[in-house]
């Protein structure tokens, strides 16, 4: 048997030597290939893992910088930073987030409704994007979460330094806010700095604008880490380099001022210098607080903004669209001058005006107006009278001269510049023919008319100085002024004249003649018409109610300072408007006058606006709680301030143009008929006594 | 006369060749868990070097058993042996857990680590006792797959792949060098390459599957499994050719490294002392096998033979396995490096290798002195 005999004894033996020497061949083979495999990675590939150790062993952590003032005209800070124990999480390093999360709950004492928007956040994170979970931390607190490090991977304690805002809502709108990076941001600017826990940058206003002015530079801290992260030991540091400070020509005092006076109106206010043309104060109430705005918007917080028909999130001293009313009077006296209509030539007023087979209604029978007293008692009669005359189309230059329908530059602002409408504006917007009726509306500020608080401003200060003043923000560098106004000093003193009288004469004003020794103030009040009504005035519901208006400088005498008051649905230009004026004027001229004046108001207000939104947050949060709907994405809530109009409820009857045309729109707001549509217009009711 | 004559001829014929190296190889792992455990040398060492005596103790102890003995013993251990792996699966299915070991009270005894070597004894026993006209049948093989096949499917419900492949690689070749016709173990490996796969995605646990995979591409999990395979190669690869110096290493001090006294003690080693420690150990490692191998070529019998062989397979398969993970060319098992990765199992099994080769040794010497075997 051939198979048998192949394995005998001996055979096997000499099998066992050729296969024991081919184990061994391969042993020794494995042994070269591991000798070979370990050269190669500690030789050949040394430099690469020497590095990666290098990167494992130190940790380099960006030191978030200190963030530039924002300086008053006094150097009073607007905005600040304040030292500060702060927790951030890191979402993508966060190995157990329930767990995590209910542990920094119990750790910081954070409420149910602190804990749900906290998973709101981390859920809209992305990567390695780090997410606030509370700043402000007393040292206890910060404590007992270093101390727990080791089981909260992803959790970042650490103190720095936080953006302040003493004033809070009162500089909300004109410098913005700041916030953690958001993808795109990081998109656009990939620095690590962006990612960087504790680091925020300008999301809105100045804040944005002047983003890298304002940014500095980070410090950096080398230290030695082990893989769970502990700091074993400081290597190395360098300090950060605070970002520069812009000062800007706003007065800190009195934009807090006239923040806190609006009190419970949806108002605003804008003082402007009229040496210089820098803008004291820029003011729109209500409003948000930039200081909670920057720990990111909670659900409740979200609510309360989208719930309030105030709309806080809307600027209205820049984005707020307003018929003129009779504020537009000054202005249309200088524009009759130009045409050559004698100041002393008077137009009796029986109480209306008939145009065709039309009725135009005055708000009293006035007899006999001058140009002087057409200003001093709002007769609308007198401006249907001689617009007729003259031509509309001779008006509207002169508004326009005088900045109304215009936009200006300036930094960190978006403006709307509503509407000085003309025959050719109608024809493109309408398609319709200009109309007789339309230069009526017109003339007395209705109509098609839409101006911004600012632009009023400008217009008085323009007035009161007789000069072509550009607005400015920043402090020492003021616009050069435009081309010289065409108008007398003659022409210019009558309309002036017609305005002190409003307030020192028998005018319209009269009840807001500043209480100050030898200084008076000039001034134009205006009732601006909502919409159609068959009542008006101060009945019916508050949006139906007509917007309040008050234009004035003062001294009277030597102008100094120029403003204009919008109130929302405030009634007579006088009744609501013109106190704000004349409180915030004294407070230029004796702010502890009005300051004590102020205080008294506010208690029966229930306190300042900060306070007013903390005790409204907090009977927001017993209400809804943890049901309150999820806050839209970061770029939803910088829309809603950037588009804040779209906010306004567009209720088809309401004739407020907050919510129409930007300028050249090409087409009708849907659900808008142009205001024509309902004639006659009822002309803007009269004088309060 | 005969007393004086006995102690220094039983240490005289000791093989100091490789015992001395392999006591400077412990020695030197004794340092290095004295580094890996932050310059503590109690936590590790101390232990490490005391269980080396002891068990290098029992090792001589077991060299003087006589050929006789070890032989007759062979198939009532691998009983024994047995009859206990049974016993952990038991409890482990009573206590509703994987189990891999039984506590005796005084100590946790894991019979799977018993079985490395008792496979290799209970096979070369059979091949020794099998007519050498069979090794090429059905019944040179039936009988020794059922003995390696029990052991090791018992092993992997434990689950514990990493000691299941060392009993059978021990094994194989045992079965190899006994002479069984070369075309089965290709014919082995073909099935191997086959039943491979369908092993992967039927047998594997998730977490032996994710290994595997993380094996493949360890940067596709950075900080999951791949960390450890990642970690250790910047460990090794940051050393470079000196290393970082004694208690320097980052990597295993800042915990970088994970197990750094256990599986990857090698990669502790080599981020202090570089290649040329790395090259140290291999050649110690080298050193040991060469001569193990050599016992078995000199070996008088066949039995001897194969169990010395096989004994150095078992060897082989821990430091391979072992140095191919830690430098990322294997999937990570817990294998840990003998003689240098703290632990009483593995040492305890190399020792019982190393004295079951001295024996051999002494038994060749004999059978050399009196030219008849022992």
Partial sequence: MPLRQKFTSSLLAQSFDR???????????????????????????????????????????????????ILDRKGIPLASNRADFRVDVIPERLVDREREIAMLGDLLKLSPVEIQDLHDKIANASGFQPVQVAEGLDYDAFAAVTVRQPELPGVVPQRGFSRYYPTGPAVGHLIGYVGAASREEYEVEPSPLLLTPGYKLGKDGLEKQFEQVLRGEPGARRSEVTASGRVVRDLSMREDVQGKPIKLTIDGQLQDFAARRIGLESAAVVVIDCHTGGILALVSMPSFDPNTFANGIGRVEWKMLNDDDHIPL?????????????????????????????????????????????????????????????????????????????????????????????????????????????????????????????????????GYVSVSPLQLAVMTARIASGKNLRPSLLFGQPKPLGPDLPFTPEQLAVTRDGMFNVVNGHGTGVGSKLQLEGIQMAGKTGTAQVRRMTSRGAVGAWKDRDHSLFVCYAPAAAPRYAMAVVV?????????????????????????????????????????????????????????????????????????????????????????????????????????APPSAFPPLEPEFGPAP | ?????????????????????????????????????????????????????????????????????????????????????????????????????????????QPSEFMKPTIVLALAAFYAALPPGLVGTWRALIPAGALLAVPMALVMLQPDLGTAMAIGFGG????????????WFAGGAAAGAVIAPLAYFFVLHDYQRNRVLVFMDPESDPLGTGYHITQSKIAIGSGGILGKGFGEGSQSHLNYLPEPHTDFVFATMAEEWGLIGGLMVLLVFG???????????RAPDRFSQLLAGGMTATMFFYVAINLLMVMGLAPVVGIPLPFMSHGGSSMMTNMICLGTLMMVDRWSQKAGRTGTLG
């Fill in chain 1, 314 to 446: 809307l600027n209205k001293a820049l984005r707020g669209l307003y018929p003129p009313g009779s504020t537009m009077k000054p202005m249309g006296s200088l524009a009759l001058q130009r045409q050559g209509i004698s100041p002393d030539e008077k137009i009796n007023c029986p109480g209306g005006y008939q145009l065709g087979n039309r009725f135009f209604r005055c708000d009293a029978v006035h007899g006999p107006v001058d140009m002087r007293g057409s200003i001093e008692h709002s007769c609308n009669t007198y401006y249907w009278s001689m617009s007729h005359r003259v031509g509309y189309q001779n008006i509207a230059p002169v508004a326009k001269l005088l900045g109304l329908g215009k936009e200006f530059e300036l930094p960190g602002t978006r403006q709307r510049y509503g509407t000085i409408p003309d025959p050719e504006w109608k024809m493109r917007r309408y398609k319709q023919a200009w109309t007789d009726s339309d230069s009526l509306n017109a003339s007395i500020g209705q």
């Fill in chain 1, 19 to 69: 296969r024991s020497f081919a184990v061994g061949a391969i042993q020794g083979g494995i042994g070269l290939l591991l000798a070979a495999r370990m050269g190669y990675i500690a030789v050949a590939e040394n430099e690469k893992y020497e590095t990666e150790a290098e990167s494992n062993r130190v940790n380099l952590v960006l030191i978030p910088p200190r963030r530039g003032w």
């Fill in chain 2, 287 to 297: 050193i040991v096998l060469r001569w193990g191998l050599g016992v078995a070529r």
């Fill in chain 1, 568 to 672: 929302e649905h405030g009634t007579f230009g006088a009744r609501a408007a013109a106190p704000i004026a004349r409180d915030v004027m004294t407070c230029l001229f004796d702010p502890e006058k009005a300051w004590a004046g102020l205080l008294e108001m506010e208690k029966t207000w229930g306190g300042t606006p900060s306070e007013r939104l903390a005790a409204k947050y907090a009977a927001y949060t017993a209400t809804f709680g943890t049901t309150a709907p999820k806050v839209a994405p970061d770029a939803a809530v910088e829309a809603a301030l950037a588009e804040s109009t779209t906010a306004e409820p567009a209720a088809p009857t309401s004739g407020v143009t907050t919510g129409a045309e930007r300028g050249e729109a090409t087409s009708p707001m849907p659900g808008e």
């Fill in chain 2, 172 to 183: 194989v070749v045992v079965m190899f060098l006994a002479g069984l016709p070369f075309k």
């Fill in chain 2, 1 to 109: 006369m005969i007393a004086r004559t006995m102690v220094p001829g039983v240490l005289a014929n000791l093989p100091f060749r490789v015992l001395i190296p392999l006591t400077l190889l412990t020695c030197f792992g004794a340092a290095v868990l004295d580094s890996a455990a932050g310059g503590s040398f109690a936590t590790y060492s101390a232990s490490h070097l005391i269980r080396f005596a002891v068990l290098l103790a029992m090792a001589l102890v077991l060299r003087q058993f006589p050929r006789g003995l070890v032989q007759l013993s062979a198939y009532p251990a691998y009983g024994i042996i047995l009859l206990l792996l049974m016993a952990v699966e038991a409890i482990g299915a009573v206590g509703g857990g994987s189990q891999r070991w039984i506590n005796l009270g005084f100590m946790q005894l």
